[in-house]
């Protein structure tokens, strides 16, 4: 990496190369960013975002984006990286909530209500009372879910 970048220019750097799905490009500028201001939280999750897509080091991945997202609270993007290294190794579960964790931050940020449109989210049953694996509640919510017509019918069984 060239050495004269700035933190900011290796920075941007490294969201160009994220954008284009570089991942190990994107770790080198990021890696080099953090090593300039090891004290911006910014830079460290964006580091292990990188680390977590590119090298698939989840441990390192992890740790760095956590510890970004502790410093800096209430940054949501700091969350969606977070959120974003979950779901890459198959914890849908954990980014969801990291991804909800963003939005109670800010609930109008379009990337984050983009990855959980993306995700796909589970209407509630029909029945309310009846678990969600019921017979009855898996046959209402698929004709629910079949057609148009039929769906302002069934919304008045919701319980």
């Known amino acids: 990496m ?17 954008e284009r799905r570089a991942h190990v490009d994107a ?24 680390i977590g897509l590119g090298e698939r080091r989840f441990d390192k991945a992890l740790e760095l984006c956590r510890d970004a997202a502790k410093q800096e ?3 949501p993007t ?5 959120a974003t290294v979950h779901l ?4 849908k579960a ?14 109008a940020n379009e990337e984050i209500l983009a990855d959980l449109g993306q995700l796909g989210m ?6 309310g009372f009846l678990r969600r694996k019921h017979l009855v509640n898996r046959w209402l919510g698929f004709l629910r879910n ?6 302002p019918a069934l919304e008045l069984f919701q319980v």
């Open 73 to 75: 609270f209430f940054n």
């Open 27 to 50: 770790s080198e500028h990021f890696r080099c960013a953090n090593r300039l201001d090891p004290s911006s939280p910014r830079f460290r999750s964006y580091y292990g975002l990188a």
């Open 88 to 91: 890459a190794f198959g914890f």
């Open 94 to 107: 954990e980014g969801i909530r990291f991804l909800r964790r963003g939005l109670m931050i800010d609930p």
């Open 122 to 127: 589970r209407r509630r049953p029909v029945l």
């Open 146 to 151: 079949r057609s148009d017509v039929g769906a």
């Open 2 to 18: 060239d050495a004269t970048f700035s933190a900011e220019e290796h920075f941007r750097q490294g969201l160009d190369a994220l």
């Open 78 to 82: 700091l969350y969606r990286n977070l």
